[in-house]
Nanobody
């Protein structure tokens, strides 16, 4: 069992930056693929970024967001730069076991979820 707690959301102006953090409890943190998803009102939850040994991103955030992890602290981070109003959403941290066939770009490929943190980009 893995429990995830996000922090770091808030209100930021367009062009600004935020850093989200996610702390994980439980064993074998390094064995999980960690992901960030987001969900805007009236929309489906969408993949943002993931990492096991190397990062991978949705095209919409590539070159603006950076995902990283610290396995010694059971932490995963999402550095978000050049934020746009369309980045406004609730951001969720997730953890997925490495199973055959999983590509880790859809919610169904993850097993554990945090409660989410609101990110609002507005002037």
């Amino acid at each position: 069992q893995v429990q995830l707690v996000e922090s770091g959301g808030g209100l930021v102006q367009p062009g600004g930056s935020l850093r989200l953090s996610c702390g994980a409890s439980g064993r074998s943190f390094s064995n999980y693929v960690m992901g960030w998803f987001r969900q805007a009102p009236g929309k489906e939850r969408e993949f943002v970024a993931g990492i096991r040994w190397s990062p991978f991103y949705a095209d919409s955030v590539k070159d603006r967001f950076i995902i990283s992890r610290d396995n010694t602290k059971n932490m995963v981070y999402l550095q978000m730069d050049s934020l746009k109003p369309e980045d406004t959403a609730v951001y969720y941290c997730s953890a997925g076991r490495v199973l055959a066939g999983r590509m880790f770009r859809t919610p169904s490929d993850y097993d554990y979820w945090g409660q989410g943190t609101q990110v609002t980009v507005s002037s």
